[in-house]
């Protein structure tokens, strides 16, 4: 296990997460949602325990939206209220103990990990390259 820092982009909101060898690299999310919240073609992500994500500035200050995910169930998007940035979602059908982190804000993430995965390439846009093990939606558990 590692410490990695991240914040949001003016800084009122700052985290560290602790991840696992393994969870030191981004699954790559092409879901319609992530483009739309994230103005990107795709979303840099990685699945941890919640006891794992410690947020050590802002953090009883962060807006939450919520919308219903492709599982029918609810998703909850935890942003800094000044400049927008998304530090993690809660997806219920993850169950209550992990969240979605994302892997590209953290400052050592977007530098050094690599590329693990790519889901939702159902939603792939056709000019993009595959540079992962690509899924459909989701591998199989
Ligand atoms: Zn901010
Ligand atoms: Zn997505």
Not at 25 to 46: D, F, R
Request: proline share 4%.
């Amino acid at each position: 296990m590692s410490n990695f820092q991240g914040h949001c982009h003016c800084g009122n909101t700052q985290w560290t997460a602790n991840l696992e060898k393994d969870q030191q690299a981004h699954i790559l999310c092409h879901c319609n949602t992530c483009k739309q919240l994230s103005g990107a073609t795709y979303t840099l992500n990685q699945i941890i325990p919640i006891k794992n994500l410690n947020i050590t500035k802002g953090g009883d200050s962060l807006g939450k939206y919520t919308y219903k995910g492709d599982s029918g169930k609810s998703v909850h998007c935890y942003y800094c209220k000044n400049c927008t940035t998304h530090v993690y979602h809660a997806q219920e059908a993850l169950g209550p103990d992990n969240i979605v982190l994302r892997t590209g804000l953290l400052d050592q993430g977007i530098k050094e990990f690599k590329p693990a995965a790519e889901i939702f390439c159902k939603d792939r846009l056709p000019w993009e390259k595959e540079v992962a093990s690509s899924f459909d939606v989701m591998p199989p558990s």
